[in-house]
């Protein structure tokens, strides 16, 4: 744990808790009460149709919406508070989109440095060598001084990870991150997933990829009209669905 955590987790709490969370936009209710857990080190895969409140629900994690009722707690840090320096939550939690924003005019490693600069976590030195380690890490060491127009989609998108990793989070978000890209480059950035997966990092994944889903998830969440219709591990929810909105999704898409 890294000194400027903003509290202490307590083993036994969950990295993340959501009770009853609700989202309205307008008359429009989007989230109808979601209660979900999320143990440090877990892996989710959210999957669900189309306008079901996937993104909504990871948006509200980091409080990038307004939450409309229920509670969403992260390291014990109550995010649907008001009061709490939220900026401070989100420095934790990395979140990489379907569309990558990276700035075209910096070069691959500036992009990955800037988050760390500009909080002043770090000196400029210290974020360029970080940068270096992470774009390594993501395969990417001989593009840092390429500027994000002579990068494929696929690389892009490594570079967005990249720099979501420089502020060093302990949860990441992902939504749809390789839905965007020609289907030859998902691979390259699932591989990216599978690694981070597999050095414990807890991962909130919104994804079309079930074969994905299947392999490294170690429980996935069946979202439907803003429920949670159905929760369990991959071989549950993919070999032996119980709910027929499940079986029907699954139907359509496998
Ligand atoms: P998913 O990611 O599962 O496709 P979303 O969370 O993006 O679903 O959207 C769920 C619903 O919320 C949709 O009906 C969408 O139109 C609505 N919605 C999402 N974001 C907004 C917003 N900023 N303003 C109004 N409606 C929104
Ligand atoms: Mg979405």
């Known amino acids: 744990?890294?000194?400027?955590?903003?509290?202490?987790?307590?083993?036994?709490e969950p990295k993340i808790r959501v009770r009853g969370l609700k989202k309205s936009f307008g008359d429009n209710e989007v989230l109808k009460g979601i209660d979900v857990e999320i143990q440090s080190g877990e892996v989710v895969c959210v999957i669900g149709p189309s306008g079901s409140g996937k993104s909504t629900f990871l948006r509200c994690l980091n409080r990038l919406e307004d939450i409309t009722?229920?509670?969403?707690?992260?390291?014990n840090f109550d995010v649907s508070d008001k009061k709490?320096?939220?900026?401070?939550?989100?420095?934790?939690?990395?979140?990489?989109?379907?569309?990558?924003?990276?700035?075209?005019?910096?070069?691959?490693?500036?992009?990955?440095?800037?988050?760390?600069?500009?909080?002043?976590?770090?000196?400029?030195e210290e974020a360029r060598a970080t940068a270096v380690r992470l774009l390594d890490q993501v395969g990417?060491?001989?593009?840092?001084?390429?500027?994000?127009?002579?990068?494929?989609?696929g690389q892009k998108?490594?570079?967005?990870?990249?720099?979501?990793?420089?502020?060093?989070?302990?949860?990441?978000?992902?939504?749809?991150?390789?839905?965007?890209?020609?289907?030859e480059m998902v691979g390259e950035v699932l591989q990216v997933l599978r690694d981070?997966?597999?050095?414990?990092?807890t991962m909130v994944v919104v994804t079309h990829?079930?074969?994905?889903?299947?392999?490294?998830?170690?429980?996935?969440?069946?979202?439907?009209?803003?429920?949670?219709?159905?929760?369990?591990?991959?071989e549950q929810i993919f070999g032996s669905p119980r709910e027929a909105r499940t079986q029907d999704f699954l139907n359509k898409v496998l």
């Open 196 to 201: 981070l997966a597999k050095g414990g990092m």
């Open 140 to 153: 990417l060491a001989e593009k840092a001084d390429a500027k994000p127009a002579s990068l494929s989609g």
């Open 69 to 75: 009722g229920g509670s969403v707690v992260v390291d």
């Open 84 to 124: 709490i320096d939220i900026d401070r939550v989100r420095q934790h939690i990395g979140m990489v989109f379907q569309h990558f924003n990276l700035f075209p005019h910096m070069t691959a490693i500036e992009n990955v440095m800037l988050g760390p600069v500009q909080t002043k976590r770090a000196t400029k």
């Open 1 to 12: 744990m890294t000194e400027s955590n903003p509290t202490p987790t307590a083993t036994t």
């Open 209 to 234: 990829e079930m074969g994905f889903a299947r392999e490294v998830a170690d429980r996935v969440i069946f979202m439907a009209d803003g429920y949670v219709v159905e929760e369990g591990t991959p």
């Open 157 to 183: 998108q490594r570079v967005a990870i990249a720099r979501a990793l420089a502020m060093n989070p302990d949860i990441m978000l992902f939504d749809e991150a390789t839905s965007a890209l020609d289907p």
